[in-house]
């Protein structure tokens, strides 16, 4: 089984909206504090939200703080990644990977492209 599995990128308009999912196996989901990543074009990885396990708590990178919400369902392996408002600069392939991350989860990501 794939320990990670992104879906739901795509091409959207600035301004749009769109709804990452990410399911992972059990062993990796359960207890992990759960993370979306993301990577453009010619630049390094960063950090775009994390989500405890229990209790839910968020922390969201400056760059999409009001725009984009990380969500967990813990009853279907998943973590979500609602990103409103996007912009431009907000192309890159998203990842989702535990905080912190662990390199043998690294997935094939899901691209998202914002451009008119």
């Known amino acids: 089984q794939v320990p990670l599995a992104e879906s739901g990128g795509g091409l959207v308009q600035p301004g749009g909206s769109l709804r990452l999912s990410c399911t992972a196996s059990l062993a990796v989901f359960r207890g992990s504090i759960m993370a979306w990543y993301r990577q453009a074009p010619g630049k390094e990885r960063e950090f775009v939200a994390r989500?405890?396990?229990?209790?839910?708590?968020?922390s969201t990178a400056d760059s999409v703080k009001g725009r984009f919400t990380i969500s967990r369902d813990n009853d279907k392996n998943t973590v979500y990644l609602q990103m409103n408002n996007l912009k431009p600069e907000d192309t890159a392939v998203y990842f989702c990977?535990?905080?912190?991350?662990?390199?043998?989860?690294w997935g094939r990501g899901t691209q998202v492209t914002v451009s008119s």
């Open positions: 989500i405890g396990w229990r209790t839910g708590d968020t």
């Open positions: 990977n535990t905080h912190p991350p662990a390199r043998q989860f």
